[in-house]
């Protein structure tokens, strides 16, 4: 992401579609904006999880069913590339006026910024990291603006004035991202009301209308034990105020266990380095990597079993 990766902050690594930052320190890591990030039900974000590669955190990124904005960008026509940018404009307001998220860490790389080809809705990449390219909102306003304008020239050259007047505004330092958001937010109607849609369905789904919720329901034991797994990730182990599930006086069980992840409806299980692993259906598996589970599954953590229902 511009200067993290020459700073030696950040290192990418391929992983088939997806793609995962390594931060080169633990410090770097912010748990607080990672915590909002899993938090927010919306769709601007590219789904996140946090794994390890070789020791090291990992941000690992879902972009599966999405196009990079670089890769869309041949063969476009200029009203679908006002689309996108006026999207973009519209996804980066969000994160400013989240109050907990900072602008400055979205990543706005060009094979970075990613778009759901069938709405043009834009997915945007988000570091919870402590250190960043840009020093203040103003300064990655004027490189989000600067950069978009070099991009979409050869556009502006092949398509007459169909999109002058909207480079111009984007030139216009008088205007801000919300003002032209405003001026142009008309050319998205279509693309808000498929995005409406899109979060009415997402939400009947995560309240049992469709995408199947998981609960971990305890075995082998005559305690009653039962957590439905209704969040983008759950935290399990034996600190109560760092996890989402805990088991504070089970000894054998980590502080910080083992994450299940769930992004629509498909689950996986990761094991945060702990001393006395995890295991689904026997199997114990490997601290970092992410396993798929589903429903009959039998997990262990440390000593305690526990079925996917």
Known sequence: MYTLEDRGIISEVACGNNFGYVLEKESYFV???YKVLMGQHNDIFV???KMLYNGKIEL???TDGFISMLAMMEGLMPDQLANIVINLFGSVMEVKNNGFL????????WN???IDPATLMVRLVYLPINARAFGSYVEFESELRSSLVKFMHKMVAASGNKLDKFVQD??????????????YKGVTAEASSHKKEKMDSDNDNHSGGGICVLKLSAIN????????????QIVIGRKQESVDIAFPFNRAIGRRHCVVTNYNGNYCII???SLNGTFVNGVKIVPGESVPIKRGDVIRIADREFQLK
Do not use: G, W
């Open 102 to 109: 900072q602008s400055q860490n979205i990543d706005i790389s």
């Open 221 to 232: 034991t005559s305690e009653y034990f039962e957590a439905v797994l209704d969040k983008p």
């Open 31 to 33: 748990s607080t904006d």
């Open 112 to 114: 970075k910024i990613f």
């Open 271 to 273: 094991d945060e380095n």
């Open 47 to 49: 789904p996140c999880m």
């Open 60 to 62: 690992y990124y879902i």
């Open 170 to 183: 984007l030139t216009n330092s008088i205007l801000s991202i919300e003002d032209i958001y405003k001026k």
